[in-house]
């Protein structure tokens, strides 16, 4: 059986019982107000597909690719539903549907530059300037730090890791990263249905880390967490995969980072592969509540609303992509809030096309408000 007809006996539950909760949360659906858009449908046209009663026209397609996998589905459903989406991209590609445009090149920019943005792999080293982070070599570090694709080679993201990595280094925390030799994890390649590149991918990834003899993996990227974490589970690899709002929220509790608190009105944004799908909504908030007034969203943890960035929408489906990150920003403006912070780099950049709020990297805002208390202290020093 294919990927989506292993899925056949939940399509049929879903058909059977029609209940439409999965509505009510999700972004698209509540955007286009589209049937075929919100997952009760999407599981029909699938059933539908594997039954032989319809074929694969642009409609087919639409449904299949019109979605951000950002999970909410399956808050309100017992069925694997953003698993049923992943495997139904999978299976109109195997069935002669050529990748949406904007996602055919991607296998071949991570075959050749390791990553899905046609950037050199020396741009990974952009980041780490002037750290003096040594290079993960085997048997030397316990503690890999995975920067991930998106914010190593963007420019105006790579501070978030330079601000992640001396955060660690204020902390103590001994770790070493993989420069421009690291892989990129493969989480895009999945989430467009590329699943036989993707696995290709993951098992060389494997190798590598067993090579290192790391211990733990620190990631920087949500989308990194979700994936690399399944990854080494499935392979049995025996290395611990954290976010790194974990790593620096233990660290916040242990007193190891000397903070004091603002009185800005602060709120948080969850990602949706951190969040919803990894199951981190605490952590990032001990992060927040140390140095500022955290004011939460209504729909927040679970309930938080996709900023629209995820799965390709932001590139295949522009439009549609930007009208969720706009209803997004516009609940966190209702909380009075200055600041929306979140700790996904597609979160970070999706956000920001949208005016009228800061936005904020967690863990800049956190080493902002770390340096901020260490000058005042010093100053202080120096008056006595």
């Known amino acids: 059986m294919s990927g989506l007809e292993e899925?056949?006996?939940e399509l049929e539950t879903?058909?059977?019982?029609?209940?439409?909760?999965c509505e009510k949360g999700c972004p698209v659906y509540q955007s286009m107000k589209v049937k075929t858009l919100c997952m009760k449908g999407r599981n029909r046209t699938m059933l539908g597909l594997i039954q032989g009663k319809f074929e694969i026209t642009p409609a087919?397609?639409?449904?299949?690719?019109?979605?951000?996998?950002?999970?909410n589905c399956d808050r309100w459903c017992s069925l694997k539903n953003t698993e049923h989406t992943r495997a139904f991209r999978e299976y109109l590609l195997?069935?002669?549907?050529?990748?949406?445009k904007e996602h055919a090149s991607i296998a071949t920019s991570i075959r050749n530059y390791g990553n899905p943005w046609f950037q050199p792999r020396s741009a990974r080293n952009r980041w780490s300037k002037g750290l003096n982070i040594p290079k993960a070599a085997?048997?030397?570090?316990?503690?890999?730090?995975?920067?991930?694709?998106?914010s190593a080679v963007t420019k105006n993201l790579n501070r978030s890791l330079a601000a992640s990595a001396k955060l660690l280094q204020k902390a103590g925390v001994k770790f070493g990263t993989m420069g421009q030799d690291e892989p990129c994890c493969g989480s895009t390649l999945q989430r467009v249905g590329q699943t036989e590149a993707f696995e290709e991918l993951e098992k060389e990834n494997i190798k590598k880390f067993k090579a290192l003899g790391i211990k733990k993996i620190v990631t920087a990227c949500p989308g990194?967490?979700?994936t690399l974490k399944k990854s080494v589970e499935k392979a049995g690899a025996g290395i611990e995969v954290t976010h790194i709002a974990q790593e620096i929220a233990q660290q916040v509790k242990d007193g190891n980072l000397k903070l004091k608190k603002s009185s800005e009105r602060v709120t948080y944004h969850d990602p949706c592969h951190l969040g919803r799908l990894g199951g981190v909504f605490e952590e990032p908030r001990v992060i927040v509540s140390a140095v500022a007034n955290l004011v939460e969203m209504p729909n927040n943890r679970y309930e938080s609303r996709c900023c629209g960035?995820?799965?390709?929408?932001?590139?295949a489906f522009p439009k549609l992509s930007h009208d969720l990150a706009a209803k997004?920003?516009?609940?966190?403006?209702a909380t009075g809030a200055t600041t929306i912070v979140t700790c996904c780099p597609f979160c970070e950049t999706q956000l920001r096309t949208v005016p009228g709020v800061k936005v904020a990297d967690l863990l800049e805002f956190l080493l902002d408000a770390s340096e901020l208390n260490d000058r005042n202290n010093s100053q202080k020093g120096r008056a006595n």
């Open 224 to 226: 990194c967490y979700t």
């Open 60 to 71: 087919v397609v639409q449904a299949a690719f019109e979605c951000t996998l950002c999970g």
């Open 94 to 100: 195997k069935h002669g549907v050529e990748p949406i």
């Open 7 to 9: 899925f056949k006996d």
């Open 328 to 333: 997004r920003v516009a609940e966190a403006k």
């Open 138 to 150: 085997p048997g030397q570090q316990e503690v890999l730090f995975f920067a991930g694709c998106t």
């Open 14 to 21: 879903c058909f059977g019982t029609s209940c439409g909760f």
């Open 309 to 315: 960035a995820g799965a390709g929408l932001q590139s």
